[in-house]
C-alpha cells in the first residue's frame, strides 16, 4: 500500500488543517518531511495558488506556499520521497518553463518530481496573470503535449495550436525518462485527459461509488495510477480503527496511491503519528 503525505503547513484548507500549523514554519515542515522519508511514505504535495480572491478564501483558505520553492528545499532535507505538484495549473505557464523549472528539480532531487497538473478552477485568478479563462481546457491539453515533448530533452520541439518551439537549448532538463504525470479533476473529461496525456489520475470531489463506476467503464493503461484522498484527517494513535477502515475503502474505491491528511496538535504529534501510520500500512499489506 503506497501511502502520500498532503503536506502540512504549506496550505491552510478549513477542515483540514490544525491550529499548530498557523505558527509553524519550515523547520516543522522539513522534520515531517524527513520523517515521512524515513518510513517510507510515498510522497509529499504542494498545491499552486498565486492570489485567491478573499472570498474565495473563506473556503478554500488563503495559504498556499509556492510548490517549487518548497518542493526544492525538501528535496534537499530527503533521499527517496517524492515530490508532487497537486496541482501545477497549466494555463499560468508556458511549457517550456516547466520544463525548465522543473526539470532542474528533478534533477536536484535525483529524479524524484511528480507533476501533479490541472486545468484550474479560479476565473479571478487567470484574469489576474492574463491567462485564457474560455479556453483553458484546450491550451491545458496542447500544453500537456508540448510538456511531454519538452521535459528530459536538451533540444525539445513541438508545433501545437497553442505553443510551438524548435531550435531552442533547454539545460538542465528532468533526468526521468518519463516524469509522471498526475492529472487532476473530477470530470470524465478529465479522466480522458489523465488516460491520454498522464500517467494517473487526481480526482476530487466525488464519492467513492462515483469514483469506482467511472474507473470500471475506463480502459486504464497498465502502470496507471489512480491518486486518491483518504478523507477527513487520519488519527492512527488516536483511532487506529477508523483509519484502517478509511485506507481499506479507498484503495477498494481504486487507489493505487493513497495521499491522506493527518491529525496533529504539533510537528512531534504528527511525526508521531506518521510512525503509527506507516504501522497500520505494513499490517495492511501484510493482510492482503
Do not use: N
Not at 196 to 224: C, I, K, N, Y
Amino acid at each position: 500500500m503506497r501511502i502520500g503525505l498532503t503536506s502540512p503547513v504549506v496550505t491552510a484548507l478549513p477542515g483540514f488543517h490544525s491550529p499548530w500549523e498557523r505558527t509553524a514554519g519550515i523547520d516543522e515542515l522539513v522534520a515531517v518531511a524527513a520523517a515521512a522519508d524515513r518510513l517510507g511514505f510515498d510522497h509529499l504535495t504542494c498545491s499552486e495558488h498565486v492570489a485567491v480572491p478573499a472570498a474565495v478564501a473563506e473556503q478554500r483558505g488563503g495559504t498556499y506556499w509556492d510548490p517549487l520553492a518548497t518542493l526544492s528545499h525538501l528535496a534537499a532535507h530527503t533521499k527517496q520521497i517524492r515530490l508532487a505538484t497537486q496541482v501545477l495549473v497549466l494555463g499560468y505557464h508556458h511549457p517550456l518553463a516547466i520544463a525548465k523549472r522543473y526539470g532542474t528539480l528533478d534533477r536536484i532531487s535525483g529524479g524524484r518530481l511528480v507533476l501533479g497538473l490541472g486545468v484550474g478552477s479560479l476565473e479571478e485568478e487567470f484574469d489576474l496573470l492574463g491567462a485564457s479563462w474560455a479556453d483553458r481546457g484546450a491550451v491545458a491539453d496542447d500544453a500537456l503535449a508540448a510538456l511531454r515533448a519538452a521535459l528530459g530533452q536538451r533540444l525539445p520541439s513541438y508545433d501545437g495550436p497553442h505553443f510551438s518551439f524548435a531550435d531552442l537549448v533547454v539545460e538542465p532538463h528532468a533526468v526521468q525518462d518519463r516524469v509522471p504525470f498526475w492529472i487532476g479533476g473530477s470530470t470524465p473529461r478529465s479522466l480522458r485527459r489523465a488516460v491520454t496525456l498522464g500517467t494517473g489520475w487526481v480526482p476530487f470531489g466525488l464519492g467513492h461509488d462515483q469514483l469506482r463506476a467511472m474507473l470500471d467503464a475506463t480502459e486504464l493503461p497498465d502502470g496507471f495510477e489512480v491518486v486518491l484522498g483518504s478523507g477527513r484527517p487520519l488519527d492512527p494513535t488516536g483511532d487506529s480503527e477508523r483509519t484502517t477502515r478509511a485506507l481499506t475503502r479507498t484503495r477498494a474505491a481504486g487507489a493505487t496511491v493513497i495521499t491522506s491528511h493527518v491529525a496533529a496538535d504539533s510537528a512531534d504529534h504528527y511525526v508521531e503519528q506518521l510512525e503509527a501510520l506507516a504501522v497500520l500500512r505494513d499490517r495492511i499489506e501484510e493482510s492482503a
